[in-house]
């Protein structure tokens, strides 16, 4: 692709990243989704692979190699953005570690955790491409600027905002001029490929602090109540004045031992403006009772309570999917041999999180008292103070048992009754 045909198809604020990155060692793109933050990051990537110095390796770095394939290899692979000539020149098989990008050879590491610095311990590296690096544990963070040990090595990073406590964010991003690095800031007005219809659907999908994170780019902190939205005589309804449904979605499972074992039921409404609706739960918590019931017990109790007769849909109207706790193997297998089919939950915590927060601030999930473990637990559920403190987001682990349950369907079945919601509000 040529340079003036770039330039037709990035915003200002793209271009001169592009530029300005190049005057630092380090250059960090945050901000918004969808801002175009990666796709010209990938441009200064390609720009610094013709110039790295040969004395050192190049390294694309992520979460996992999954991730890395995802955000990284499929972009590079569109021959919309970035042309037949160049896509043609990145070989790269999904799972492998290493690629050839413009002729040069790149090693890619998955850094999940602590003990992936030993896979880039006593590396000399030329060129370091990080994706999402604020997932990054901060020792792997600080090893591999370690290793930028060659003239002329470079570090070029993407990231959503976190925590304004976040360590990228204090001990980087706000000490730049002490560490060689330059950080661009990104809206969705910066990606000029968007059109305002997906703008409003991304802006429907979030709320709260996850809102100021992923809309408005900001490091902002979790900080008191995790659903400040929930307001009972909005969102609660007695279980007599259940809307009809046109499905049940399906139910989620939380499993414990000693702490409890729960579910939540969700289904879809038959109205002209569709809702979620947790309609029922079921558990059995051992602390309080006293004692722990075996899997084949709970088992039993479960499907007991499973195919009850709620009045206000057609008694042949069955869940569609069971999700459940996805360390939950024995339990998952207990009830494989009773004749129920279960599917592991999506147990992404804070998009999860995300997922309620935002039907919760659109009037899109409304919950009847049946539900009354999920009531009782829905104000009282806390983002944990000491972790925020510490940059890092997390729900302190009590109050949450339903809540869980009711987080695993709903954001596991996301991609089936989003279509259903937005499309009533399109």
Excluded at 159 to 174: D, F
Aim: include cysteine; hydrophobic fraction near 40%.
């Amino acid at each position: 692709m040529r340079l003036d045909e770039l330039e037709r198809r990035v915003s200002r604020a793209q271009i001169l990243s592009l530029v300005d990155a190049q005057t630092r060692k380090l250059a960090l793109w945050y901000g918004a989704v969808s801002s175009g933050k990666t796709v010209i990051s990938l441009w200064a990537f390609l720009l610094a692979v013709r110039v790295a110095p040969r004395g050192g390796l190049i390294v694309i770095i992520g979460k996992s190699l999954q991730t890395i394939y995802q955000n990284v290899f499929t972009l590079l692979a569109n021959t919309e953005i970035f042309g037949s000539r160049i896509s043609s020149q990145v070989v790269y098989t999904p799972g492998s570690t290493s690629a050839w990008i413009l002729g040069r050879e790149v090693m890619l590491v998955g850094a999940n955790d602590a003990k992936a610095v030993g896979r880039i311990q006593g590396a000399t590296i030329g060129l370091a491409y990080v994706d999402e690096a604020a997932l990054l544990p901060e020792e792997f963070w600080n090893m591999l600027i370690s290793r930028l040990r060659v003239p002329g090595a470079r570090l070029l990073a993407t990231m959503n905002p976190a925590s304004a406590n976040h360590w990228i964010r204090k001990k980087w991003i706000l000490q730049a001029a002490d560490k060689n690095l330059v950080s661009f800031h990104f809206t969705m007005d910066d990606n000029p490929a968007l059109d305002d219809e997906y703008k409003a659907d991304m802006v429907r999908s979030y709320s709260g602090v996850f809102y100021d994170r992923m809309i408005r780019g900001l490091w902002t902190n979790a900080a008191g109540a995790i659903f400040p939205m929930w307001d009972p005589h909005v969102h609660q309804i007695p279980f007599a004045q259940m809307p009809r449904l046109q499905a049940i979605i399906g139910v989620g499972m939380d499993y414990g031992t000693t702490n409890a074992t729960t579910a939540m039921m969700l289904g879809l409404t038959d109205e002209r403006d569709p809702r979620l609706v947790f309609m029922d739960e079921w558990g059995w918590n051992s602390r309080e009772e006293g004692y722990t019931l075996s899997d084949v017990e709970l088992s039993k109790r479960f499907r007991k309570w499973l195919p009850q007769e709620h009045t206000p849909y057609p008694s042949d109207m069955e869940p569609r999917f069971i999700f459940r706790d996805p360390s939950a193997a024995s339990f998952a297998r207990q009830l494989l041999d009773d004749g129920v089919t279960t599917w592991p939950a999506n147990n992404d915590v804070l998009p999860g999180i995300a997922t309620i927060s935002n039907l919760l601030d659109r009037r899109k999930l409304i919950v009847t008292d049946r539900c009354e473990n999920w009531l009782a637990e829905v104000t009282e559920y806390r983002w944990d103070e000491k972790a925020t403190d510490d940059g890092e987001d997390k729900p302190l682990k009590e109050n949450d048992h339903w809540l869980d349950g009711g987080r695993y369907v709903a954001h596991s079945t996301k991609h089936i009754w989003t279509p259903e919601l937005d499309r009533i509000a399109a």
